[in-house]
């Protein structure tokens, strides 16, 4: 089962002590989601986890990479359909 945005956010909170200002406002979002599938203002959880990794990169250390592998695995199935949809053209 996955974990809910909420609960992966409190962790990284909790390990990342000096947030990137950069990843800030995306980490306060996932605070508020439930799922990928979830809106926060005009952007959906994918779109707020694609934000947060892309801010992320100076996060380092082994709960950083296991939290960015389970955020990857959440957007897998996005990214998969993306390839099936250029394929098609």
């Not at 945005?5 to 996932?30: C, H, Q, S």
């Not at 979830?38 to 694609?50: K, Q």
């Amino acid at each position: 089962m996955l974990r809910s945005l909420e609960t992966i956010a409190r962790e990284i909170r909790a390990d990342w002590k000096n947030v990137y200002f950069g990843a800030v406002p995306y980490l306060a979002a996932m605070h508020s989601l439930g799922s990928i599938d979830d809106e926060f203002g005009y952007d959906d959880g994918r779109s707020i986890i694609l934000y947060f990794l892309s801010n992320a990169s100076t996060w380092r250390g082994p709960t950083a990479k296991a939290i960015k592998a389970e955020l990857k695995s959440m957007l897998a199935p996005m990214m998969h359909r993306a390839v099936n949809r250029r394929a098609d053209c």
